[in-house]
C-alpha cells in the first residue's frame, strides 16, 4: 500500500499502487508477479463485482460471528470469509450489491465496500501490523452470506454491544469518500 495515500487524499489508509487500477485489475498471476518484481506491495482485493465488505470494529465483529456461527446450525447461514487487521477492523465479505440498512449507514464505524472500493488481502502487513483471516474462505467453500443477512445480525447486535462511540474507520468506502 502507499501509507497514507498520495498528496492531497485526506483517507489515511491504504491505496491501490496504480492511479488506473479500475482499469488494471487481473486476476493473472503473471501480471501480479511482474508488478511484484518492481514494487512489492500489499495485495488489495476490488469490491463490488464478485463481493461486497462489511467493515465494523472489532466489538461488533465478534458478537456477530458468534451469531452467525449459531445461525448455520438453525439452517440460516450466515457464514462467510471474514478478514481481521491488526487495528481491530473486522471486514465481512457477502454477496455484492445491497446498500447498508439506514442504521447501519449512519454510523461512521461501519463501512460497505462496494464497487470502486477495496479492502486489503490477508496476509497484507498495513502500519498496524499484518491482516489475518478470522474465518477463512475455504472453512466456507468461498460461498457468500446474503448482505441482507449479515447486515440483520450487525443491526441485532448494535442493541447488544452496547454505544460505541463511533470512529473514523481507517478506510472510508468510496460514497464517504466522495461525501
Do not use: K, Y
Not at 499502487?17 to 511484484?36: G, I, K, M, Y
Not at 495485495?43 to 456477530?64: Q, S
Not at 462467510?80 to 477492523?89: I, K, L, M, N, Y
Not at 446474503?146 to 474507520?169: I, M, R, Y
Request: aromatic fraction near 6%; glycine fraction near 8%; charged fraction near 20%.
Amino acid at each position: 500500500p502507499v501509507p497514507d495515500g498520495r498528496p492531497g487524499c485526506t483517507i489515511p489508509a491504504c491505496h491501490p499502487a496504480l492511479e488506473s487500477w479500475v482499469d488494471s485489475t487481473t486476476t493473472d498471476p503473471r501480471q501480479v508477479s511482474q508488478w511484484w518484481r518492481h514494487r512489492p506491495c500489499s495485495v488489495l482485493l476490488a469490491t463490488g463485482d464478485r463481493f461486497d465488505a462489511l467493515e465494523v470494529p472489532a466489538t461488533l465483529g465478534l458478537r456477530v460471528l458468534g451469531t452467525a456461527r449459531l445461525l448455520s446450525a438453525t439452517g440460516r447461514d450466515a457464514r462467510g470469509p471474514v478478514a481481521v487487521t491488526a487495528a481491530g477492523r473486522w471486514m465481512f465479505l457477502v454477496s455484492p450489491g445491497i446498500g447498508l440498512r439506514s442504521e447501519l449507514d449512519n454510523r461512521l464505524d461501519i463501512v460497505r465496500h462496494g464497487h470502486g472500493s477495496w479492502i486489503p488481502a490477508p496476509p497484507s502487513r498495513l502500519l498496524e501490523g499484518p491482516v489475518r483471516w478470522a474465518v477463512e474462505p475455504d472453512r466456507t467453500q468461498w460461498r457468500l452470506p446474503d448482505a441482507t443477512v449479515v447486515q440483520s445480525l450487525l443491526a441485532d447486535a448494535l442493541g447488544t454491544v452496547g454505544a460505541p462511540q463511533p470512529t473514523v474507520p481507517r478506510q472510508l468506502s468510496t460514497a464517504r469518500r466522495a461525501g
